[in-house]
């Protein structure tokens, strides 16, 4: 359908028998799906779906989604491992200082020096601080997300220069 889609969530399982699904989010909370009154989903080598949400409700870590039409536990596994996905013109407005998780993935990561040190596969929330996940020569390396080791980030360039902690890298 269209490149400026961004997934915000993927369906992990049915819940229940009436076609109620579990979703786990990749918003910053489990409530931002409460914003939106149909997503669009993409079961892996088909169109994207633009399905009406009929009811949303957060679940411990996850989103649980009834949507129109979709009234079975069959119709429902028939999405079990779909991206949620809405069109990036829906996203709320950053701060300048502020970075949507999916314009990271992919950058290229490199010390003060030049140093390649990978590019960035995801991005783990922990708690404490989040992590970039780095995939460099068959190996990853996990890269804390703080203001004093990532130094700048430029999405034209598609790169973030680091700093990284003295024996990081030496995994």
């Known amino acids: 359908m269209t490149d400026d889609l961004v997934t915000i969530g993927r369906v992990t399982r049915t819940h229940g028998v009436r076609g109620e699904m579990r979703v786990l989010p990749f918003t910053e909370s489990v409530n931002a799906f409460e914003c939106y009154d149909r997503l669009y989903f993409r079961v892996p080598d088909e169109a994207e779906m633009l399905i009406r949400i009929t009811s949303v409700r957060p679940h411990k870590n996850f989103v649980l989604l009834k949507l129109e039409g979709v009234f079975t536990l069959e119709a429902a596994k028939e999405l079990v491992g779909a991206e949620v996905l ?3 013109s829906w996203l709320p ?4 200082d ?4 999916t314009d990271l993935i992919g950058l290229i990561v490199t010390d003060e020096e030049g140093r390649k040190l990978g590019r960035v596969k995801n991005l783990l929330s922990t708690g ?3 992590l970039l996940v780095l995939e460099w020569e068959n190996k990853e390396i996990l890269l804390p997300f ?5 130094l700048s980030i430029d999405l034209e360039a598609g ?9 990081l890298l030496d995994q």
């Open 93 to 96: 407005s950053l701060d300048s």
């Open 146 to 150: 703080r203001e004093e080791i990532v």
């Open 128 to 130: 404490a601080d989040d």
């Open 86 to 88: 809405i069109p990036r």
């Open 159 to 167: 790169s973030i220069t680091a700093a990284p902690s003295p024996g």
């Open 98 to 101: 502020e970075y949507y998780w």
